[in-house]
């Protein structure tokens, strides 16, 4: 049974809920979150997390439309009739597994979908802020929809303590430790599997090496860069009125 439930103004629910707001639609503002995909985030007890509906459109969501879940995928709060997305599972059955992961995304970003697709063609870092998955993106070798327990943990199992997979011919999974993490994730994400197809029309690739991302690493301060992305792309969202500047707990 699903309840309308409002969270107090102040709450740390309420500040999740805007931050999954305003994260959905930047990244759909960029391009990045289209028709379908979905920002998830862990809530304090553990067990529940917020996520936007089947039918939600994700240029017009809000704080309120929120649902919360529990790790079965089961809608606990929400209007009445309304169902979660079909692959819920994908986030629960994460958040299951890995304790270290408070937010989720699921995306379809065409361009990287594409070096699932072709042979001898991953998914390297050739940007430095790929640093992040310089441990590897696996491949899920199953293409289909997430939408039972079981499919889901089958892809936590192929994402094991790694921060980002893919889907082959599908799309793609992201994991931070937080909404504001997960967002620039995305960002560098795309941005980095558009340098690799780019550096392949060009020539022979040469991609970051291990050392190479060491270096970068020693002086690259993640919290710092989160903050000061996360202030530019909120600002710039607040200034254009994608993202409603009382929002404080998304505000820059």
């Given at each position: 049974?699903?309840?309308n439930?409002?969270?107090?103004?102040?709450?740390?629910?309420?500040?999740?809920?805007?931050?999954?707001?305003?994260?959905?639609?930047?990244?759909?503002?960029?391009?990045?979150?289209?028709?379908?995909?979905?920002?998830s985030?862990?809530l304090?007890d553990?067990?529940?997390?917020?996520?936007?509906?089947f039918?939600?459109?994700r240029?017009?969501?809000?704080?309120?439309?929120?649902?919360?879940c529990?790790?079965?995928?089961?809608?606990?709060?929400?209007?009445?009739?309304?169902?979660?997305?079909?692959?819920?599972?994908?986030?629960?059955?994460?958040?299951?597994?890995?304790?270290?992961?408070?937010?989720?995304?699921?995306?379809h970003?065409d361009?990287?979908t594409?070096?699932?697709i072709?042979?001898?063609?991953?998914?390297?870092?050739v940007k430095?802020?790929?640093?992040?998955?310089a441990?590897?993106?696996?491949?899920h070798?199953d293409?289909?929809?997430?939408?039972?327990?079981?499919?889901?943990?089958a892809?936590?199992?192929?994402?094991?303590?790694k921060?980002?997979?893919?889907?082959?011919a599908?799309?793609?999974?992201?994991?931070?430790?937080?909404?504001?993490?997960?967002?620039?994730?995305?960002?560098?994400?795309?941005?980095?599997?558009?340098?690799?197809?780019?550096?392949?029309?060009?020539?022979?690739?040469?991609p970051?090496?291990?050392?190479?991302?060491?270096?970068?690493?020693?002086?690259?301060?993640r919290?710092?860069?989160?903050?000061?992305?996360?202030?530019?792309?909120?600002?710039?969202?607040?200034?254009?009125g994608?993202?409603?500047?009382?929002?404080?707990?998304?505000?820059p």
């Open positions: 049974m699903t309840i439930q409002r969270s107090p103004s102040g709450s740390v629910e309420q500040k999740l809920r805007e931050e999954v707001a305003a994260c959905t639609l930047i990244l759909n503002s960029l391009g990045i979150l289209g028709y379908s995909g979905h920002v985030a862990r304090p553990g067990q529940h997390l917020l996520i936007q509906s039918d939600q459109s240029a017009s969501l809000r704080p309120d439309d929120l649902l919360i529990d790790l079965d995928g089961v809608v606990v709060a929400g209007p009445e009739g309304i169902r979660a997305p079909a692959e819920v599972y994908l986030h629960t059955e994460i958040l299951r597994a890995r304790q270290d992961v408070q937010a989720v995304a699921h995306f970003d361009l990287a594409t070096f699932t072709v042979k001898n063609r991953p998914l390297l870092p430095n802020h790929a640093i992040r998955w441990s590897g993106i696996p491949v070798p293409p289909s929809h997430v939408s039972d327990a079981i499919l889901g943990r892809l936590a199992e192929t994402l094991g303590q921060q980002a997979l893919q889907i082959r599908h799309g793609q999974v992201i994991v931070a430790e937080s909404v504001k993490h997960l967002l620039i994730d995305l960002i560098h994400f795309v941005e980095n599997a558009k340098a690799l197809y780019d550096a392949h029309m060009l020539g022979e690739v040469e970051l090496t291990a050392g190479e991302l060491e270096d970068f690493g020693r002086t690259f301060n919290d710092r860069h989160v903050h000061k992305l996360w202030k530019y792309y909120a600002g710039r969202a607040i200034d254009s994608i993202v409603p500047a009382d929002w404080s707990y998304a505000a």
